[in-house]
């Protein structure tokens, strides 16, 4: 019998993969990943997961199940791989996306590890995508969940055709209402269980308190500067700002204005109008080429891209440079593209790549 590893969240989503995979004849392991200690994050949410309530949740689904179920300890590589980078991000003057770190390093490294020392073929999670086999070209492809507003797509295009291989997303194919339904049917304790939203180490929202937690001291105040260098006034830190806010400024202009830049290297905090925000080249570093096999330099890929989770896709052309980076331009130019967010490349279903932002023009 094939074995499956089900990473185990203690939500519905996660529960109903293992239930799906139970039914199709795999013998299942149901595996929680401990990755913080509550005493490291900031505040508390019922709509964060990995909780200890989350693991009696996870632990009574897979007794319901009758299948074996662990508790695996993290901390160690999440901290180093997940927060920390999150950590120096921000102090970058960047904005970044850690559940795109965790699902990299932790789900498909640091439990597939674990999956392939237990001798299972598959490693399974409950991501609303889809995996696909090109039998023409030979790649493993990774394709949108047929519920385009639960896909999350977006968040897993850094995945190796190994790790796809050796991948199963069962919720793909059905809608949330769907699983809701179907975990009542079953008797699943969080059928209804709220889903987590918020970054799960940051589960009030106020990372700001989470990094000078993390750091153990306060960031320096700074000048808002306009884009000619005028100072406008004081702000309270670079982390406290992103490309685009309005909001929580202080500063009294005659007309609406956001955050343009953050400068780092002088403790700045650039401001400008709203059409100030508007670029449509960006430039992304470590990128994956997922559903594709990699173009070669300057071969133009036209595609639609995604500079962000909530972001609606947009045609654009990207091409390889020789630096190895990916040179993305839109066809219209697109709002606030930041620097640290991810720009995810489709071809209608499919994913065909994906990076880290780290120029826009």
Request: hydrophobic share 35%.
């Amino acid at each position: 019998m094939s074995k499956a590893l089900i990473a185990m969240s203690g939500g519905v989503d996660s529960s109903m993969a293992a239930s799906f995979m139970q039914e199709k004849g795999y013998e299942c392991i149901g595996v929680t990943m401990r990755l913080y200690d509550n005493a490291d994050v900031a505040g508390k949410s019922e709509k964060t997961c990995c909780s200890l309530d989350d693991c009696e949740d996870a632990r009574s689904v897979a007794r319901r199940l009758g299948i074996p179920y662990y508790v695996y300890d993290f901390q160690k590589d999440f901290r180093s791989t997940v927060m920390e980078k999150f950590v120096c991000a921000y102090c970058k003057g960047e904005t970044p996306n850690p559940c795109i770190d965790c699902n990299r390093y932790m789900k498909f490294e640091g439990l597939y590890e674990r999956a392939t020392q237990l001798d299972c073929d598959k490693i399974v999670t409950g991501h609303y995508a889809r995996v696909c086999h090109n039998e023409e070209t030979g790649r493993y492809e990774l394709k949108k969940a047929l519920d385009a507003t639960k896909d999350q797509s977006y968040v897993l295009y850094a995945l190796t055709q190994d790790q796809l291989a050796h991948t199963e997303f069962p919720l793909g194919e059905y809608t949330k209402v769907q699983i809701r339904q179907m975990a009542e049917e079953r008797g699943f304790v969080n059928a209804r269980k709220k889903d987590s939203q918020d970054i799960c180490f940051v589960p009030d929202g106020h990372y700001q308190q989470f990094i000078e937690q993390y750091l153990g001291k306060k960031l320096p105040e700074g000048n808002f500067v306009d884009e000619s260098g005028k100072v406008l006034g004081r702000h309270k830190g670079i982390i406290y700002y992103t490309i685009g806010q309005r909001k929580g400024l202080g500063i009294a202009a005659g007309t609406p204005i956001f955050v343009k830049e953050i400068r780092p290297e002088t403790n700045e905090v650039v401001i400008g109008s709203n059409e100030s925000l508007f670029s449509d080249t960006l430039e992304a570093e470590d990128f994956n080429w997922i559903s594709i096999a990699e173009p070669g330099p300057g071969v133009e890929v036209p595609c639609t891209a995604k500079v962000r989770y909530r972001h609606h896709e947009q045609p654009a052309v990207a091409k390889v440079l020789e630096n190895g980076r990916v040179q993305v331009v839109f066809t219209e130019k697109q709002r606030a593209i930041t620097k640290g967010q991810a720009v995810v490349l489709y071809d209608g279903e499919r994913v065909l790549g994906g990076g880290t932002i780290c120029v826009t023009s």
